[in-house]
């Protein structure tokens, strides 16, 4: 018989290796969480990898590196995030963000103007106000309190010459909001196809898994290209642009901003992990809610696009159209471009 100390001793060991395996499931021990990762949305992505990395390589807080990663990103000009995008149908650029820690604490600014870095702004929302979500003019005035400076609202050379274009071959009906499109009549809320493929695209999504095993995540747009003024897409909304679960996972979403909302599309994908699907499942089942919910003749003009990471540093994609790709950088991966899978 064994001495009651050796017996507890033992027990001890057996309750913690159940609890290692009913908290990180499917026979993945402590050892094997993959972390540090950071992993984010198109081939902007990349580049907002390598700031992030530094972080999280050197040990940092995963909310440090979804912050820094993104503000490479919102630092571009002539791209599709931050002052340097296209603006809205009456010329001026407008941002959302939003960002999450691991804690559930969350911040977020929308339809904000004249201010370089939104991410930056948002997580001041979340530290040093009871808040959530500040928008517009309110916004501005609060990060001018926290000592953001005002950007000059001069158009970038590409948003410009975009700007111009789309005045030329569009008709400004602020009641009706029609565009004239390829392919005939489309509502303004429709993402275009550009001349090379791709869709415009107006958003960047970070997920980080630190070294110490917490998760956090960021997004940051200018929203869609020539929208009407005011409109706030699903970035900055905790639940549909970003969510995140500590014990389970987080999610970041890309695309066309009005569907994502109205499927709570980020908790939706976490709670499919939280159920024990994996991060490449939850995507795709969220991807398919909004499909059959819109039908798939409608789907097929617009683009909605997930990426997920778990708390054992898995990761996973879907997108409704071909050529979303998601970038990521691990102690596996050193920073890859991956084409997602996608529904057609």
Same mark, same amino acid.
Request: charged letters at 20%; hydrophobic letters at 40%.
């Given at each position: 018989?064994?001495?009651?100390?050796?017996?507890?001793?033992?027990?001890?060991?057996?309750?913690?290796?159940?609890?290692?395996?009913?908290?990180? &499931?499917?026979?993945?021990?402590?050892?094997?969480?993959?972390?540090?990762?950071?992993?984010?949305?198109?081939?902007?992505? +990349?580049?907002?990898?390598?700031?992030?990395?530094?972080?999280?390589?050197?040990? &940092? /807080?995963?909310?440090?590196?979804?912050?820094?990663?993104?503000?490479?990103?919102?630092?571009?000009?002539?791209?599709?995030?931050?002052?340097?995008?296209?603006?809205?149908?009456?010329?001026?650029?407008?941002?959302?963000?939003?960002?999450?820690?691991?804690?559930?604490?969350?911040?977020?600014?929308?339809?904000? @103007?004249?201010?370089?870095?939104? +991410?930056?702004?948002? /997580?001041?929302?979340? @530290?040093?106000?009871?808040?959530?979500?500040?928008?517009?003019?309110?916004? =501005?005035?609060?990060?001018?309190? #926290?000592?953001? =400076?005002?950007?000059?609202?001069?158009?970038?050379?590409?948003?410009?010459?975009?700007?111009?274009?789309?005045?030329?071959?569009?008709?400004?009906?602020?009641?009706?909001?029609?565009?004239?499109?390829?392919?005939?009549?489309?509502?303004?809320?429709?993402?275009?196809?550009?001349?090379? &493929?791709?869709?415009?695209?107006?958003?960047?999504?970070?997920?980080?898994?630190?070294?110490?095993?917490?998760?956090?995540?960021?997004?940051?747009?200018?929203?869609?290209?020539?929208?009407?003024? &005011?409109?706030?897409?699903?970035?900055?909304?905790?639940?549909?642009?970003?969510?995140?679960?500590?014990?389970?996972?987080?999610?970041?979403?890309?695309?066309?901003?009005?569907?994502?909302?109205?499927?709570?599309?980020?908790?939706?994908?976490?709670?499919?992990?939280?159920?024990?699907?994996?991060?490449?499942?939850?995507?795709?089942?969220?991807?398919?809610?909004?499909?059959?919910?819109?039908?798939?003749?409608?789907?097929?003009?617009?683009?909605?696009?997930?990426?997920?990471?778990?708390? #054992?540093? =898995?990761?996973?994609?879907?997108?409704?159209?071909?050529?979303?790709?998601?970038?990521?950088?691990? #102690?596996?991966?050193?920073?890859?471009? +991956?084409?997602?899978?996608?529904?057609?």
């Amino acid at each position: 018989m064994l001495p009651r100390r050796r017996f507890l001793q033992l027990s001890s060991l057996g309750l913690g290796g159940l609890m290692a395996s009913n908290s990180f &499931g499917k026979g993945l021990s402590l050892n094997s969480v993959n972390k540090p990762i950071v992993i984010s949305t198109w081939d902007a992505g +990349i580049a907002a990898n390598v700031d992030a990395w530094k972080v999280l390589a050197n040990g &940092g /807080r995963a909310l440090d590196a979804v912050e820094k990663g993104v503000m490479v990103t919102e630092s571009s000009i002539n791209c599709c995030v931050g002052l340097g995008a296209n603006p809205d149908r009456d010329g001026i650029v407008t941002l959302d963000a939003s960002i999450m820690d691991e804690h559930g604490n969350a911040g977020a600014v929308a339809a904000i @103007e004249r201010i370089k870095h939104p +991410i930056s702004v948002a /997580r001041k929302v979340m @530290e040093n106000t009871p808040h959530v979500l500040l928008a517009g003019a309110g916004a =501005q005035e609060f990060a001018i309190s #926290q000592g953001f =400076q005002l950007e000059p609202q001069d158009l970038s050379p590409s948003a410009r010459k975009a700007y111009k274009d789309w005045l030329k071959k569009s008709e400004y009906k602020p009641e009706i909001n029609i565009e004239q499109a390829e392919g005939g009549n489309k509502s303004a809320f429709a993402p275009l196809k550009l001349d090379n &493929g791709d869709w415009n695209h107006d958003t960047i999504g970070m997920l980080a898994l630190d070294q110490a095993g917490n998760l956090s995540g960021s997004c940051t747009t200018s929203g869609m290209a020539f929208k009407v003024r &005011g409109r706030v897409g699903d970035s900055p909304l905790i639940g549909a642009g970003l969510y995140v679960d500590n014990a389970y996972g987080a999610a970041v979403s890309t695309g066309l901003g009005e569907e994502v909302i109205k499927s709570a599309g980020t908790h939706l994908v976490v709670e499919f992990m939280r159920q024990g699907l994996s991060p490449d499942k939850a995507c795709k089942l969220a991807v398919e809610r909004i499909v059959s919910r819109t039908g798939s003749t409608k789907a097929k003009e617009f683009q909605v696009a997930f990426i997920a990471l778990n708390k #054992q540093g =898995q990761v996973g994609a879907y997108a409704i159209q071909k050529g979303f790709s998601y970038a990521r950088q691990d #102690q596996k991966v050193n920073n890859e471009l +991956i084409a997602s899978a996608s529904m057609f």
